[in-house]
């Protein structure tokens, strides 16, 4: 990713002075040497910290005491971008940040107010990275180090401060905790290419597919546990529809979905008289037959009626209303009459006596009002309701009395019939029973179909199985162990090239970046070495800056890699000059072929990380923060320098410290 740091901003709480700004050169290796105490070490924590770091790294004392806001200028593929970010005073961290983005940042504002926070900045950070939405885990919930992939993730690869660059047991940035580390370890095949966002969403979906089969599965496994159970609940249910006369006896078997179908048959009928022989009918059973159509007939005739007779009588309670609201604003507006009959022309306020239109306006407006009321009142008084409705009213009236009769004489004839006759009350429970089975049998042949071989829930099985192979094909297919692993050949490859040319005991041995381990193997003819268990701080020195630039190496060949291409490392020559600014002019030591030999080997790095980043023809920034003066790394292609800290130059202006 083309994200590079164009400069640094201090900003001091003394208003009288201007900010303080660090510039650098893109595509470059930028060098800022100095003595001791001048603030070299504070750059990785300013730029970690406007980058939305969690924690606030930089010095106490000095830089905190006299800088209230921090700030870094970043150039993007999108422009440029300033990220400020206030000092946090006995915080640990504060959420408050400035943003301004442009396509290039001429002028920096003198001074600062909030106008986003650390989490909006993060965000955007991701955005730029082109960082996938989803986890590791697939979508699975408790996925802990498993989160989505987040652009703090990245500054693993980008810093490396004076107690890692040539540690033995540390490799990448902050990976000395446990919470780094496994965050570490889980995106690394991202950042490799050997998992990409495509592969993510398909992971995404396998999951999500996997999680919805087994939840089909156990419903399907539920519902075939009981298959005994509802095989024969279903006969039983023919059976009895069959003695309830309802579905005709059958010679031959019948299977599970001819019983379906015929049962459903039973249900959308809607004549559900019994089917009872001839022979066994007798005359009280005809007796009853014939008193309870009378009684279904008689029901219907009741029904319509009382509809009827609740329509009218609501017609009637309406025109009683509508007389009542006439005659509610005739009384209201009577007073207007007997206001305009006291008016004269000369004082028309009958009220007050003023002579005004408006009043005459308004009670000529209330008289018509008055006028028409009266017109409607009059019009409807002439207007009577018809004899017919009256009659109508009376007749239907007689007619829902009379139906109540009947029906009652069809019930009291019935409760006798079934009270003398035994065949007729087990016919009366035969066609309660039989109501009952119909209202059962549909709410249970549902259950039936969900559980036949071709049911839907079957069939939702079967799709799902089919997606989750044909996914696991897929990504099968990619291979992403394989895709890791040649990603990882090509680094190692990378770095060994780069390693005969530094200060390095072996440096013709292959090297092997351990992505679970977060170190390097070291591939000897006899024995296989990890780091730590190698010595000399030069080797560690030249194992970091190999692999380091070996992994930006092979970030910009690939097309979409998340990573910024800049790397800030601090204090490079410390394993050769650990207390001293180094000079070719200076007398450090009693044997100056010995300090020849380190300035030499510094040389060689620097002049590595020159050719490397020309190389990558732009794409790619380095800033190193060294005691080392430019007699060692200067005049070496693509490493230019800052003014040297010295003789009180510093990160923090002297002035600013003047104040009280």
């Known amino acids: 990713m083309y994200f590079q740091i164009r400069g640094i901003v201090l900003w001091p709480r003394n208003g009288d002075f201007q900010p303080r700004t660090l510039k650098f050169e893109l595509g470059k290796v930028n060098v800022i040497s100095g003595a001791s105490r001048t603030g070299k070490s504070a750059v990785i924590p300013i730029i970690d910290y406007c980058l939305g770091s969690s924690t606030c790294s930089i010095p106490v004392n000095t830089i905190r005491k006299y800088c209230e806001w921090f700030g870094i200028v970043i150039a993007t593929a999108q422009g440029e971008k300033l990220l400020a970010r206030k000092e946090p005073g006995a915080q640990r961290s504060t959420d408050e940040m400035f943003l301004l983005e442009a396509d290039n940042i001429s002028k920096i504002p003198s001074r600062l107010t909030k106008n986003t926070n650390a989490t909006a900045v993060k965000r955007l950070l991701d955005d730029l990275a082109n960082l996938s939405n989803l986890d590791f885990s697939g979508g699975e919930e408790g996925s802990g180090f498993d989160g989505r992939p987040a652009f703090r993730d990245l500054a693993a690869f980008t810093f490396q401060p004076?107690?890692?660059v040539a540690n033995p047991d540390v490799l990448f940035f902050k990976t000395n905790t446990y919470?780094?580390?496994?965050?570490?370890?889980?995106?690394?095949?991202?950042?490799?290419?050997?998992?990409?966002?495509?592969?993510?969403a398909k992971q995404f979906e396998l999951n999500r597919t996997r999680q919805l089969l087994r939840r089909k599965e156990r419903e399907l496994k539920d519902a075939q546990e009981v298959s005994a159970r509802w095989l024969a609940d279903l006969r039983s249910k023919f059976s009895e529809a069959q003695e309830l006369g309802l579905i005709p006896k059958l010679e031959e078997e019948v299977s599970r979905d001819q019983m379906i179908e015929l049962l459903d048959e039973v249900i959308t009928r809607t004549d559900l008289t019994l089917a009872v022989s001839t022979t066994t009918i007798s005359d009280a059973l005809r007796e009853l037959s014939s008193l309870e159509s009378e009684e279904r007939e008689v029901s219907r005739e009741l029904t319509t009626l009382r509809h009827r007779l609740e329509e009218m009588n609501r017609m009637r309670v309406g025109v009683q209303q509508y007389e009542a609201a006439l005659s509610v604003q005739r009384g209201r507006l009577q007073l207007s009459s007997w206001l305009m009959s006291h008016a004269s022309d000369d004082s028309d306020c009958p009220m007050c006596g003023s002579n005004t239109d408006s009043a005459k306006r308004k009670l000529q407006v209330l008289s018509q009002r008055l006028e028409e009321v009266e017109t409607a009142a009059g019009a409807d008084k002439n207007k009577e309701v018809p004899a017919a409705f009256d009659r109508e009213l009376q007749r239907v009236t007689t007619d829902v009395e009379n139906s109540t009769e009947r029906l009652r004489a069809v019930q009291i004839r019935k409760r006798a019939l079934t009270g003398r006759s035994k065949e007729a009350r087990e016919q009366q429970f035969s066609a309660k029973r039989?109501?009952?089975?119909?209202?059962?049998?549909?709410?249970?042949?549902?259950?039936?179909?969900?559980?036949?071989?071709?049911?839907?829930?079957?069939?939702?099985?079967?799709?799902?199985?089919?997606?989750?192979?044909?996914?696991?094909?897929?990504?099968?297919?990619?291979?992403?162990?394989?895709?890791?692993?040649?990603?990882?050949?090509?680094?190692?490859?990378?770095?060994?090239?780069?390693?005969?040319?530094?200060?390095?005991?072996?440096?013709n041995d292959p090297i092997s970046l351990e992505t679970n381990d977060l170190t390097i193997k070291?591939?000897?003819?006899?024995?296989?070495?990890?780091?730590?268990e190698i010595g000399s701080g030069s080797n560690w020195l030249s194992y970091h800056l190999a692999v380091l630039l070996s992994?930006?190496?092979?970030?910009?060949?690939?097309?979409?890699?998340?990573?910024?291409?800049?790397?800030?490392?601090?204090?490079?020559?410390?394993?050769?000059f650990p207390k001293?600014?180094?000079?070719?002019?200076?007398?450090?030591?009693?044997?100056?072929?010995?300090?020849d030999e380190d300035v030499d080997a510094v040389r060689?790095?620097?002049?590595?990380?020159?050719?490397?980043?020309?190389?990558?023809?732009?794409?790619?920034?380095?800033?190193?923060?060294?005691?080392?003066?430019?007699?060692?790394?200067?005049?070496?292609?693509?490493?230019?320098?800052?003014?040297?800290?010295r003789d009180g130059t510093k990160l923090v202006p002297m002035e600013w410290l003047s104040e009280a």
């Not at 297919?477 to 005991?505: F, M, S, W, Y």
């Not at 070291?522 to 730590?532: A, I, N, P, Q």
């Not at 060689?604 to 430019?630: P, R």
């Open 162 to 164: 004076q107690n890692v």
């Open 179 to 200: 919470e780094h580390r496994e965050k570490l370890r889980k995106i690394f095949p991202y950042v490799l290419g050997a998992i990409t966002p495509a592969l993510m």
């Open 434 to 507: 039989t109501e009952r089975f119909i209202g059962n049998l549909e709410s249970s042949l549902d259950l039936h179909r969900k559980l036949g071989s071709d049911s839907e829930l079957v069939e939702e099985v079967r799709t799902l199985k089919e997606a989750a192979l044909a996914l696991e094909g897929e990504l099968r297919e990619q291979d992403v162990e394989a895709r890791k692993r040649r990603a990882l050949r090509t680094i190692n490859a990378n770095a060994g090239k780069l390693l005969p040319h530094l200060d390095i005991e072996n440096p």
């Open 522 to 532: 070291v591939l000897g003819s006899e024995r296989d070495d990890y780091l730590s």
């Open 551 to 576: 992994l930006h190496q092979f970030y910009l060949t690939q097309k979409h890699s998340p990573v910024p291409a800049f790397l800030v490392l601090d204090q490079p020559s410390q394993v050769y």
């Open 580 to 595: 001293h600014v180094t000079s070719r002019d200076v007398e450090v030591e009693d044997d100056p072929k010995i300090r």
């Open 604 to 645: 060689k790095a620097f002049e590595v990380m020159g050719n490397v980043v020309q190389g990558e023809k732009g794409k790619l920034q380095l800033i190193v923060l060294d005691h080392a003066s430019s007699e060692v790394w200067g005049g070496i292609d693509g490493v230019v320098g800052l003014p040297e800290w």
